[in-house]
């Protein structure tokens, strides 16, 4: 299988605290993207740094990507309870239209 | 503008029957997508689209079919259902890649259970 992994698998943490989950991938990648999952619904995309950025920001969101190490690492700082959801990376190969999602990290914040 | 739509929500079928997914979309996307999601496995990719009219395998394609007559319609056909396809399926699309467009949107999901 080609998918990704995440790390860790599951996440539990106190609103206010910063949470922080990774990705590894295997190919080489046009980009990486994370998305989110909350319980029962379709994902929603939130960020994407391309194979030549390194480190990107939207908002309370802070993603790194490393491509010597084939991984990218996702920041959210000042959790809320409304963060709880499961996220999952996903990597765009050179040429290609397909994408390669990990098999996701569970957060919960607790209030 | 209701995005990514997906019929019907929920189905259940016994091993042999058949169904049509159908994913609608009312942005004008190029590229539409059908994933499997399974309990601790992530999405994969069952078949997409570039166009209308084209059709490509992706990681997982066997037993299902797909087809894009219209460019707002993909759909997703399983010709005799197998209790492994027990899964909850996502349709997705985007814009043309060309203009560095990758953000997919997703359907709700279709949770469909073959007993």
């Known amino acids: 299988s080609q998918q990704g992994e995440e790390d860790p698998q599951a996440l539990s943490i106190q609103e206010g605290e910063n949470a922080t989950m990774n990705c590894s991938y295997k190919?080489?990648?046009?980009?990486l993207q994370w998305y989110r999952q909350n319980s029962g619904r379709g994902l929603v995309h939130l960020i994407l740094?391309?194979?030549?950025?390194r480190e990107k920001h939207s908002g309370r969101l802070r993603v790194t990507l490393d491509t010597s190490k084939k991984s990218s690492s996702l920041l959210i700082t000042a959790s809320r309870a409304a963060d709880t959801a499961s996220y999952f990376c996903?990597?765009?190969?050179?040429?290609?239209?397909?994408?390669?999602f990990g098999t996701g990290t569970r957060l919960k914040v607790l209030a | 503008n209701a995005g990514v739509t997906q019929t019907p929500k929920f189905r259940v079928l016994k091993t042999g029957q058949s169904m049509t997914l159908l994913c609608a979309q009312d942005?004008?996307?190029?590229?539409m997508y059908w994933y499997r999601q399974d309990p601790g496995m992530g999405l994969r990719l069952i078949h997409y689209?570039?166009?209308?009219?084209?059709?490509a395998k992706g990681e997982v394609p066997d037993g299902y079919n797909v087809s894009r007559l219209k460019k707002q319609n993909f759909l997703l056909g399983l010709e005799s259902a197998a209790p492994s396809q027990t899964s909850v399926y996502f349709c997705?699309?985007?814009?043309?890649?060309?203009?560095?467009?990758?953000?997919?949107?997703f359907g709700p999901g279709t949770r469909l259970t073959v007993t």
């Open positions: 996903a990597t765009v190969g050179p040429g290609t239209y397909k994408y390669i």
């Open positions: 190919t080489s990648i046009n980009n």
């Open positions: 997705a699309s985007r814009l043309y890649g060309g203009q560095g467009n990758y953000e997919q949107y």
């Open positions: 942005m004008n996307h190029e590229y």
């Open positions: 740094i391309r194979s030549n950025e």
């Open positions: 689209s570039v166009g209308e009219g084209t059709t």
